[in-house]
Nanobody, 127 residues
Framework: VQLQASGGGLGQPGGSLRLSCTVF????????MAWFRQDPGKEREFVVG????????YYTDSVKGRFTISRDNAKNTVNLQMDSLRPEDTAVYYC?????????????????????WGQGTLVTVSS
């Protein structure tokens, strides 16, 4: 299973960026998906997760109301729409997939130890 993230780059404070992650191999429709981020010198942190059907999501508090996760099971893709960007959103963003169905709902998306990881895409928010 391989995860390929794209869409990072430079965004302005208050602006928007959209990240995508495509999964190759496996059964995408059975995966919970998540985005994590890591700033140099800091621990990796969970940003948002979405369950296999797209009906359940969980956002970390700092991105609630600004970021939106979605998935397209027909295209094996999960997207992260990032609006109202802040400088503190600057980080390398990683997508992750977990073989997780019923347990990955709500806070279960936060607690799950994801099985597959993408290579990361850099997001820089700066004027």
């Amino acid at each position: 299973v391989q995860l390929q993230a794209s869409g990072g780059g430079l965004g302005q404070p208050g602006g928007s960026l959209r990240l995508s992650c495509t999964v190759f191999g496996g059964t995408f429709g059975s995966y919970a998906m998540a985005w994590f981020r890591q700033d140099p010198g800091k621990e990796r942190e969970f940003v948002v997760g979405i369950n296999w059907s797209g009906e359940s999501t969980y956002y970390t508090d700092s991105v609630k109301g600004r970021f939106t996760i979605s998935r397209d099971n027909a295209k094996n893709t999960v997207n992260l729409q990032m609006d109202s960007l802040r400088p503190e959103d600057t980080a390398v963003y990683y997508c992750a997939a977990g073989i997780c169905l019923d347990n990955c709902i709500g806070t279960g998306l936060l607690r799950y130890e994801y099985d597959y990881w993408g290579q990361g895409t850099l997001v820089t928010v700066s004027s």
